[in-house]
């Protein structure tokens, strides 16, 4: 006999349920809870805007408030997905438009971005609120213009790694003198200048501001007067942290941040210059989020830095910091949560920096509680990576980065199997994985067999046949995100393996050994996959069908092949597209 | 009217202090409705009614905590007598009540830290899944909104974390949303193709078993290794893609039913049924011998279409697990579930080494063209990411 609930009360206790994963899971416990559920919730996630279609969204869950999509698979970010492939945000703001005039949230990631989209966002919303841009591109400053003319209750407008097209630096002054609504404005993607008096002005009004990322078109002296306004800033993006040195720029500086003594994160600092740095030391007792990936000071300068900041959780830092900046890190840091370091030099043939695997293994032994790596670098042994995997079993990100393809354990001169074997088998919580260095099929059993946490794995110049792809697809159970780029793998495990697919978000292949012949039978057996091949030389029916094919894109959806494909990509097993082919 | 005192043998109530006038005018207590006044005791009562008939008293600023109880008195005068208790609504039962009424006689007293209450209440919600769904619809309906939020919030967090079959056994739900129900909404949830297998599998084995006790003389045929290559799969699969209907590889045999599992049935069925646009079969189905999962049908062999003998397994009979019956007696339950069990653990233990046997049977190296950075962008990269080398970014 079911315990049953009146609807009110059911949805009551819905209520108090937020994450995506609880709420499909209840969603799927029986026809009541279905209804109820579908009725009652207000934020939506889409990992893959093709998954769906703006259609069933909205038919299904009519109150939706907040909405998040994702569109280029992360390798776009490599530029490795050809311009114009797709990712089209127009089409569900129009039909939200339609169907969800009380939105108020929307979060999109690697989407082309239209002028035209965002200023339908900005007619179409009475309460819309937040607007966060990542990784998108297609627009320019005059749709930002628009969001900030008829947004009325705008709380956070937030760009990030965006391409825009900057056209002039008066979007900013399309804030009415009545907007005071602004908590977090982030505009540090942007390359061109911003008037100064409107951001000031803007700055002042809006008396809630708790986050502020400017572009490096702000001066280092403009600065001190925007802190003096904001000392309630918890999130502050420096501009360009350079100037010629002068006592009272340091002196009102320093007070600025005084000022702030709520500041939690600092980010920004193009060309810093060091002497300037100590400005910050005031508050840096309460950073915890320390964002230096485009401060271009070495070692010394970054220590001194970074021993203030004793409360720190996160920190993102080009290879300047070097093994013995890591070390101090790891004496001065015990908080330390997530550590980033980025090549200042990636295409260089040489190591211009002194940062090794010691670094790694130094912070790995004296931050207990590290958990996300992501670290480029030039030489890797086994040995520390076993070090690393049993000095932190808490890991759950792990990204590995060594800057040349195909190099081997540099002092065994073996390859990185071993290494990268005992992190799986040490960090049973693993959800993110990339791999790097010289990698035979034995690490894909490793992956396969104790990964079993793994969500999200990144796979490049690695493996040496199909077994290497069986075993991860056969083996991860959690897997969801699988990208691969020039590695061996063929057909035969995408054949065996090929209703894992459905399990899955998506499957990036790009330079392996898939033939189109593979490609075409995949899409035909699995309607429930859209099986995308990216050919940019010609179309593959014009070649032997056990040709290989430049990129594949698999990603399972409920919304059919989708109809805004540009020339050079094909979705398999479409009646449309097998006409093409005669 | 007043909210009169109640005047019982055991329990005087003369509180004046007490009284709420609607008149606006204070009822003095007579001497006739004073009949033994306790002076420690001096308190008011209020009676309610629960949806069974039974009547309680309860001590009025307890009762008056609950808006429902406390409307109800303001608004209509009931509950000053056992004859005119306050019916409660229906979800609220006599144990339930006594349970809320606990709650109200805590809560109500002004003087308690928010630490003790919050103790309390971490107290108060222990009690099993059922009395807590009670709970909270009869504080619903009481319309006591901060017991409301306690209770559902700990219902939400009994609900966090679980899988939907795990939340159907907590509450006691029925499983009756259709598979095309299930995979219409946003599933984040992997799904465990084997598991699918198995279930396809089971199901069919027991209508395999319960056809051949129908015909009663049976011979069952072991499970046979199949050793034929995947591209001699596949080029078996493409020879019957191409047919729509499908039946040109499908003979109906009906004296060789017997000879031949019924896994070698289903791999035809499936590869006769190609062009049938039922997704749930395609994926399922696609272990046996199509495209998805050959390995795993390799364990059936396939290669004598005449054997299959489609109609001994229907159409229907992959999709519709509802049309199997339960009512095989315990000997053939308990082979059949040996045979599944020897299949999983096969599946289980020989694919890396089938794999293999099968993937250096007839395999060509293929040479790969080495690429580096293969894009000539010459955008200027300001963006993090694209400073850095295709191998990984953020």
């Keep these: 006999m079911a315990y049953s609930f009146p609807e009110e009360v059911l949805e009551h206790v819905f209520s108090f349920i937020h994450s995506d994963k609880d709420r499909n899971a209840v969603s799927l416990v029986c026809k009541s809870w279905y209804e109820i559920e579908r009725w009652c919730r207000r934020r939506i996630f889409v990992g893959n805007c093709y998954a769906v279609s703006p259609r069933i969204v909205i038919r299904r869950f009519p109150e939706v408030r907040s909405v998040s999509l994702k569109g280029k698979p992360h390798f776009a970010d490599f530029n490795l997905v050809p311009e114009g492939w797709g990712g089209y945000v127009y089409p569900w703001i129009s039909a939200m438009a339609e169907a969800y005039p009380w939105l108020e949230e929307l979060r999109l990631k690697r989407m082309v971005v239209t002028d035209e989209a965002l200023e339908l966002i900005s007619r179409s919303f009475k309460n819309f609120s937040a607007l966060v841009l990542s990784s998108c591109e297609g627009f320019t400053t005059d749709g930002l213009a628009a969001i900030a003319a008829n947004c009325r209750n705008l709380k956070e407008l937030d760009l990030r790694e965006c391409d825009v097209d900057d056209r002039s630096g008066n979007w900013l002054s399309h804030f009415p003198e009545s907007c005071t609504s602004l908590v977090s404005l982030s505009f540090s993607c942007l390359e061109g200048e911003v008037s100064f008096s409107a951001l000031e002005r803007l700055v002042s009004r809006c008396t809630n501001l708790r986050a502020l990322r400017l572009n490096h078109s702000v001066p280092l002296d403009k600065l001190p007067n925007l802190l003096r306004r904001a000392p309630q800033l918890v999130d502050l993006g420096m501009g360009a942290y350079t100037a010629e040195l002068r006592p009272e720029l340091y002196s009102r500086l320093g007070n600025a941040f005084a000022g702030c003594k709520g500041l939690k994160s600092l980010s920004g600092f193009w060309d810093v210059v060091p002497s300037y740095l100590p400005a910050t030391y005031s508050v840096c007792a309460g950073i915890t989020f320390l964002n230096l990936s485009y401060a271009t000071i070495q070692s010394p300068d970054l220590i001194k830095l970074i021993r203030q900041c004793r409360n720190l959780q996160r920190l993102w830092v080009l290879d300047y910091i070097e093994d013995s900046g890591l070390n101090a890190l790891a004496a001065s840091c015990k908080d330390l949560e997530e550590l980033r370091v980025f090549p200042s030099d990636p295409f260089g043939q040489e190591a211009n920096v002194s940062l ?203 919304a059919g092949p989708r109809l805004d494909m540009p020339g050079f990509v094909w979705t398999m097993g479409d009646e449309k597209s097998a006409t093409e082919f005669s | 009217m007043l909210i009169s005192v109640l005047v019982t043998l055991n329990n005087m109530l003369v509180g004046l202090a007490l009284h709420i006038c609607f008149d606006g005018g204070y009822h003095q207590m007579s001497e006739c409705e004073m009949v033994i006044i306790k002076p420690e005791v001096m308190k008011s009562y209020i009676w309610l009614q629960t949806a069974d008939g039974s009547i309680q008293q309860v001590e009025e600023e307890v009762a008056m905590f609950c808006p429902m109880i406390c409307r109800e008195i303001l608004q209509t005068g009931m509950g000053s007598s056992k004859n005119y208790a306050i019916s409660l609504p229906q979800r609220v039962n006599p144990s339930i009540l006594s349970l809320i009424l606990d709650y109200c006689r805590f809560h109500q007293v002004p003087g308690r830290s928010n630490k003790e209450r919050k103790s309390f209440d971490e107290k108060f919600i222990r009690i099993d899944t059922k009395r807590l769904c009670e709970l909270t619809s009869a504080a619903d309906s009481l319309q006591l909104k901060p017991l409301v939020d306690l209770t559902s919030r700990a219902l939400a967090r009994m609900i966090e974390g679980k899988s939907p079959e795990e939340i159907r056994e907590t509450f006691h739900l029925p499983d009756d949303l259709t598979e095309e129900e299930k995979l219409e909404p946003l599933r984040n949830t992997a799904d465990d193709p084997r598991i699918r297998l198995l279930n396809r599998l089971y199901a069919r084995k027991r209508k395999e078993l319960r056809e051949r006790e129908k015909l009663k003389n049976v011979e069952v045929e072991e499970e046979r290794v199949d050793e034929r290559s995947v591209d001699d799969l596949l080029s078996f699969i493409n020879g019957g893609v191409g047919d729509s209907k499908g039946g040109k590889t499908a003979k109906h045999k009906k004296k060789n039913r017997r000879r031949k599992d019924q896994a070698k049935g289903t791999a035809l069925n499936n590869v006769s049924k190609i062009s049938k646009k039922e997704p749930e079969y395609l994926s399922s189905e696609c272990n046996n011998g199509e495209a998805g999962n050959i390995i795993e049908s390799s364990s059936s062999k396939t290669s004598k279409v005449q054997d299959v003998a489609v109609d001994s397994l229907g159409p229907k009979v992959e999709f519709d697990d509802g049309d199997i019956d339960d009512e095989l007696d315990p000997a053939m339950k308990e082979e059949l579930d040996r045979e599944v069990e020897d299949f999983a653990r096969r599946l289980n233990s020989d694919w890396p080494e089938r794999m293999q046997e099968i993937l250096s049977l007839g395999q060509e190296r293929r040479h790969v063209p080495i690429s580096m950075n293969g894009n000539g962008s010459s955008r200027r990269y300001t963006r993090l990411e694209q400073r850095c080398t295709p191998m990984d970014a953020h």
């Design chain 1, 356 to 558: 090794t695997e010691q670094g790694l293994v130094s912070v790995s032994e004296g931050c207990p509680k590290l958990q996300s790596v992501l670290y480029f670098c030039r030489q890797m042994t086994n040995a520390a990576l076993f070090t690393i995997a049993r000095n932190r079993p808490n890991m759950t990100r792990f990204r590995l980065c060594i800057i040349e393809p195909r190099t081997p354990d540099y002092l065994t001169l073996q390859p990185l199997d071993a290494g990268f074997g005992a992190i799986v088998e040490h960090c049973k919580d693993l959800r993110r994985l990339s791999l790097s260095g010289l990698l035979t099929d034995l690490v894909f059993e490793y992956i396969g067999t104790h990964a079993q946490k793994l969500e999200m794995l990144s796979v490049a110049f690695a493996g040496e046949s199909d077994l290497g792809l069986h075993h991860v697809l056969s083996g991860c159970k959690s897997l969801r995100k699988l990208e691969i780029r020039d590695c061996p793998f063929g057909d035969k495990a995408l054949f065996v393996n090929a209703s894992k697919l459905e399990t899955m978000r998506s499957l990036w292949m790009s330079s392996c050994s898939v033939s189109f012949g593979a490609c075409k039978l995949l899409g035909q057996k699995m309607p429930r996959l859209n099986v995308e091949v990216i050919d940019e030389r010609a179309p593959p029916d014009l070649r032997p069908e056990s040709e290989p094919i430049e990129r594949l894109y698999v990603y399972r959806t409920i």
